[in-house]
């Protein structure tokens, strides 16, 4: 299916950082070797039934209680939904102050109350798990909140240039590799007594296209540069999700295409790209 399952580019460069830059030391010791180990599979729980875009106004609750907090709600879209065991958790601790009453927590998913819906049929990415995720007064422990009480906001804002990196990196290698995938494949494949490759339009096409992915990868290198000293502005990694992701549907496309009858079928990579 042309993807892993657990979607481990979220657990990994997405999840983790998020427990690395905001999480105490003993959260860190405490949570981080069962991520490595792959003991605890992570997902993380943003989008609500009611909306994804319009993230300040999310209705999962949290509610101080004693020695913890009782978590209330529903979210949906969640991926490793069914086989992650922990979710970073965004809720509402304090709904009179918006976006500033948000807060976020480390939540064991088998804990009691937590219920999992159905695995949601996607278009693509079939081997991930997509889930609708249920909590019914979820008793989490206050050490579980990562970051202080209504800081959630700033700490998933600092997560925006990771996700959209994540996502233009993946793209460009997509489209690369697609491009490698119908060289060989149109070298290979023989018609009017030549093979695909020699028609000039193939040749054409293929030269726009390699022509588009390396004028690209300069600006892909530069942003991966950047990131190591965190200089990507939220801004900057936007311009590189666009237009990676833009000239990667093109290119899938037309290599799609140059496959022939054979780009639509299953059996064929460049069909699961
Ligand atoms: C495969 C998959 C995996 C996902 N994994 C996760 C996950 O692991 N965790 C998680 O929390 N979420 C996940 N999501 C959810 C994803 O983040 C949301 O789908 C996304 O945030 C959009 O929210 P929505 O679907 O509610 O769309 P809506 O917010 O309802 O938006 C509907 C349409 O309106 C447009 N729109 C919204 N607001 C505006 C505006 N202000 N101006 C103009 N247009 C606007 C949108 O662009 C969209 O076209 C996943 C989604 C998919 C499809």
Redesign the pocket.
Known sequence: YSVAAPAWD?HGYIIAPFLIRHGTEEQKASWLPHMVSGEHIA?????EPG????LKNLNTSAQLEDDGYIINGA?T???NGHIANRILLATKTDRSLGAKGISMFWVNLNADGVSRGRNLK?IG?KAQD?AELFFDNVKVPAECRLGAENDGWRILMDGLVRERLVVAIRSMVIAEAAIDKTITYTKERKTFDQTVFDFQNTKFKLAEMVANVEALRPFVDRCIELQLTEDVTPELAAKVKLTTTEVADRVLDECLQLHGGYGYIWDLSIARN
Request: avoid cysteine.
């Open positions: 979220l997902a993380i729980g943003l989008t909306g994804g875009s319009d979210k879209f969640i991926t996607k990415n997509t």
